[in-house]
């Protein structure tokens, strides 16, 4: 574990893996809700935790040196089903990329149970990680200047779903009439850190 | 709807509704929005009798001119202008009152980028996740003002205290960035972190709410590669590959993937957001406090 400071009051904690990150999130989550730990936003990403809004960020530095981060508790929370028609215009190319029949993608993808390694890029759009590495397949060269809501996709290690149209780089494998955003709902965010999700395809996909 | 209501009748080059932000909502992707310049916003908030966290209307370069359906209290600040209602001139930085129908002015700005207006009362559009500000990075909040758009007041206070006017800081003629270095400055060159910290830059015209963008020495990096996607925080300065350092404001993305050279004090970020294109930026390194 490296802890850099960011600032005046914000830590950024690096870890080794994505399974550390989860767990050192899940981990830093149970100190604050436990009263140890006063940070305005903990923010966990690909290898790393943010701990932003820090009283004293020094002193919680040297407790984090010392601290001992179990691995991520098993989830007790339901899976959040995706249901989803696998019917991107990227399928064709992901197949190749995958070495499969096109009708294979769904296959595989629907097989993997995912969870949501972290969140960014818009309000509700998780990174979700499962699938086994060798079906990363790398960003679209030239990224599109629309992607429609509820396109379901893939970068990298991760699978994302678009909660509203915008501009995206990703490969485009189907879609969905699932809700991952609503300011009107609580939680606002279908997808939240450590949610787990599968994705069902849908009958006639 | 009610009579508390003001219709805008120009809408400028862009004007938003803003508050103190949503913080705490970093983890699901959600910037932390709010105004600019908090300190001139907080201002007029109080020239008007409105507690701190009240709604205000933060203009950008170009003013906006409004009408209320009821007589208010407003309160113009942030970047100096020219005010008038009714067409008759009247005062900046300064409770104004405006009768029914009358029509207030915010003029463009004359130094300076961003203009703040308090209404009495408050502006009550609905809020989202306890805020009321406009998120342009991720639409969150009411969208900017249209000409036509009628925004809700809340009901008229009486001011805390009788001001006549309070003096608020002149826009920069070179903005000076106090800047903790890291927590990426080991990925840029020794020559990139000495021209970082002792060149000058001037801000583009390419600079919004989620960026001050600056134009100027390229900063080198020492390692190739891309870095994982990790949190940002406000005032983090972020160097993309073409070298050129941006400078994280309120509409920022909660994680990036470019290096973050060092971070500016917060102290000093409402002057960035006074800083029109052009004004030359100088960044400071300072110790972490």
Do not use: K
């Amino acid at each position: 574990m490296r802890i850099l400071p960011v600032g005046d009051d914000a830590l950024l904690v690096e870890v080794a893996s994505r399974a550390e990150a989860e767990a050192l999130h899940a981990e830093l989550v149970r100190r604050r809700e436990a009263g140890l730990l006063g940070a305005r936003e903990i923010v966990p990403a690909a290898r790393t935790v943010l701990l932003d809004g820090l009283a004293h960020p020094g002193r919680v530095a040297s407790e984090l040196a010392a601290a001992h981060v179990p691995p991520a508790p098993p989830r007790e929370r339901e899976v959040v089903e995706i249901p989803t028609r696998y019917d991107g215009p990227d399928l064709g190319e992901v197949a190749a990329l995958w070495g499969v029949p096109e009708r294979e993608v769904a296959r595989i993808h629907a097989a993997a149970e995912f969870r949501v390694a972290f969140c960014g890029f818009a309000p509700g759009f998780g990174y979700l990680t499962g699938l086994p590495a060798r079906y990363d397949v790398p960003r679209r060269a030239a990224p599109r200047t629309a992607v429609p809501a509820g396109s379901v996709a893939l970068a990298g290690p991760y699978t994302g779903v678009y909660p509203r149209a915008s501009p995206g780089g990703w490969q485009l494998i189907g879609t969905t009439e699932a809700v991952l955003w609503d300011h009107t709902r609580v939680p606002a965010a279908l997808l939240s850190p450590g949610t787990r999700v599968r994705f069902v395809p849908e009958d006639g996909a | 709807m009610s009579d508390r209501a003001m219709s805008v009748v120009r809408a400028g080059a862009l004007t938003t509704v803003q508050d103190r932000g949503r913080p705490g909502h970093a983890h699901l992707g959600v910037p932390r929005s709010g105004a600019l310049d908090g300190p001139a916003a907080a201002l007029v908030n109080r020239l008007v009798g409105n507690p701190p966290d009240a709604a205000v209307l933060e203009t950008t370069l170009t003013g906006c001119a409004l009408a209320p359906r009821s007589d208010v209290t407003v309160a113009v600040g942030g970047a100096p202008c020219r005010v008038t209602v009714g067409g008759r001139p009247a005062a900046w930085g300064a409770p104004v009152r405006v009768p029914a129908g009358a029509v207030l002015d915010v003029g463009p700005a004359i130094r300076g980028v961003r203009g703040y207006v308090a209404v009495s009362g408050g502006i009550v559009v609905e809020a989202v996740l306890g805020s009321r500000s406009t998120d342009l990075l991720s639409g969150l909040g009411p969208p900017p003002l249209t000409d036509g758009t009628v925004l809700p007041l809340g009901r008229e206070r009486p001011p805390h205290a009788r001001v006549d006017a309070a003096p608020q800081p002149a826009p920069p003629a070179e903005l000076v960035l106090r800047v903790t270095l890291g927590p990426r400055d080991d990925w840029f060159t020794p020559d990139a972190l000495r021209a970082f910290t002792a060149r000058t830059f001037h801000v583009s015209s390419a600079s919004n709410r989620i960026g001050l963008r600056t134009e100027g020495p390229v900063l080198e990096r020492a390692r190739g590669g891309e870095l994982a996607s990790e949190g940002m925080v406000l005032g983090a300065v972020q160097v993309p590959p073409a070298g050129r350092p941006v400078v994280f404001l309120a509409d920022h993305p909660t994680t990036g993937g470019y290096p973050v050279i060092g971070v500016v004090r917060r102290a000093d970020l409402p002057a960035a957001a006074q800083a029109a294109p052009g004004t030359p930026v100088r960044f400071v390194a300072v110790r972490r406090r």
